[in-house]
């Protein structure tokens, strides 16, 4: 099946540095991706929604300055966690959409968490 | 009440029992994802399914329709499907997954 890779896997950091999350799909062309906020024992919540050379758009209460979304080809999209907090830890899951028309797959990334000391 | 519903939360079995999940939902959909989760972290996509049966293994997953109503079920279960199983669904027309709040399901040796 189709997979999806993110990198890195695991990252911690210091408070108030950047990070980015790289997510690609590495067999298939992507037009959409999406980006994914997991906190512990819940379920996943929408970020955004990433395509191909244009803006992304971003569910409300994500602050768009905050996580910079990027997605420079069909393959690629990249999150960047701007000055991070603690409050910014998480697991963050990118997915990767295979088909139109309706019967479109939804291909997960195995995740990324992020650790904000 | 959540677009998509899934029942039971937690479900605790001993090896080899047949499992049952349930998901309701109540939005017009395209199709149903049913996704597993492992301790880790990372997400399987399971089934995608807009009607009737599908089969893989030991997983067999089902789709009303009408009723609204998908069943993902495991059969001799084994404590390596110990996981959260997720079913989601995009809106008709849309992309973007409403997401069950997931069932924990545990398999004791």
């Known amino acids: 099946g189709a997979v999806v890779s993110q990198h890195p896997s695991r990252v911690i950091c210091k408070s108030g540095t950047s990070v980015k999350i790289e997510c690609r799909s590495l067999?298939?062309?992507?037009?959409?991706m999406f980006w994914y906020r997991q906190f512990p024992k819940q379920s996943l919540m929408l970020m955004a929604t990433?395509?191909?050379?244009?803006?992304?758009?971003?569910e409300q209460g994500v602050e768009k300055d905050k996580f910079l979304i990027n997605h420079a080809s069909l393959t690629l999209s990249t999150l960047t966690v701007t000055s991070a907090h603690p409050e910014d830890s998480s697991f963050y899951i990118c997915?990767?959409?295979?088909?139109?028309?309706?019967?479109?797959?939804?291909?997960f990334g195995p995740g990324t968490r992020l650790l904000v000391l | 009440k959540n677009e998509v519903e899934q029942s039971p939360q937690n479900l605790t079995a001993q090896e080899g029992e047949f499992i049952t999940i349930n998901c309701s939902y109540s939005?017009?959909?395209?199709?149903l994802h049913w996704l597993q989760q492992h301790p880790g972290g990372g997400i399987v996509s399971l089934f995608m399914?807009?009607?009737g049966k599908k089969k893989h293994g030991r997983l067999i997953a089902t789709i009303n329709i009408q009723e609204k109503h998908s069943s993902l079920h495991i059969t001799a279960s084994h404590p390596r499907d110990s996981a959260v199983y997720i079913c989601?669904?995009?809106?008709?027309?849309?992309?973007?997954?409403?997401f069950g709040q997931g069932t924990r399901l545990t398999i004791n040796p």
């Open positions: 997915s990767a959409t295979l088909g139109t028309g309706g019967q479109e797959t939804q291909y």
């Open positions: 067999d298939f062309q992507a037009t959409t």
């Open positions: 990433s395509n191909e050379g244009s803006k992304a758009t971003y």
């Open positions: 939005v017009g959909i395209s199709a």
């Open positions: 399914l807009s009607s």
């Open positions: 989601a669904a995009p809106r008709k027309g849309a992309q973007k997954l409403v």
